[in-house]
Nanobody, 122 residues
Framework: QVQLVESGGGLVQAGGSLRLSCAAS????????MAWFRRAPGKEREFVAT????????YYADSVKGRFYISRDNAKSTVYLQMNSLKPEDTAVYYC???????????????WGQGTQVTVPS
């Protein structure tokens, strides 16, 4: 069993930056891929980014590529999402998740955090 706790969300003006963190605890495995998903008001859950256990495989959604950057610190069992050039369209609850292998499909992930709110006003 793994518990994931996201932090770092908040309100930021358009064009600003924010860094999210997700700390894993419990029966964690450094060999698990970690990912970020988000759910905006009125929209379905959307894949954002994922990173393999060694950091060599990284996927980004087209909507965030070039603006968001995912990284991880296995010693701290933590994954990060650096968000730059934020837009109102980025407003959503952001969730982190773990999977045996990197994937863009939410159904492939075994454990999910409770989410952290990111708000970018117009």
């Amino acid at each position: 069993q793994v518990q994931l706790v996201e932090s770092g969300g908040g309100l930021v003006q358009a064009g600003g930056s924010l860094r999210l963190s997700c700390a894993a605890s419990g029966r964690t495995s450094s060999t698990y891929a970690m990912a970020w998903f988000r759910r905006a008001p009125g929209k379905e859950r959307e894949f954002v980014a994922t990173i393999s256990w060694n950091g060599y495989i990284i996927y980004y959604a087209d909507s965030v590529k070039g603006r968001f950057y995912i990284s991880r610190d296995n010693a701290k069992s933590t994954v990060y999402l650096q968000m730059n050039s934020l837009k109102p369209e980025d407003t959503a609850v952001y969730y982190c998740a773990t999977s045996p292998l990197a994937s863009k499909r939410g159904s492939d992930y075994n454990w999910w955090g409770q989410g952290t709110q990111v708000t970018v006003p117009s």
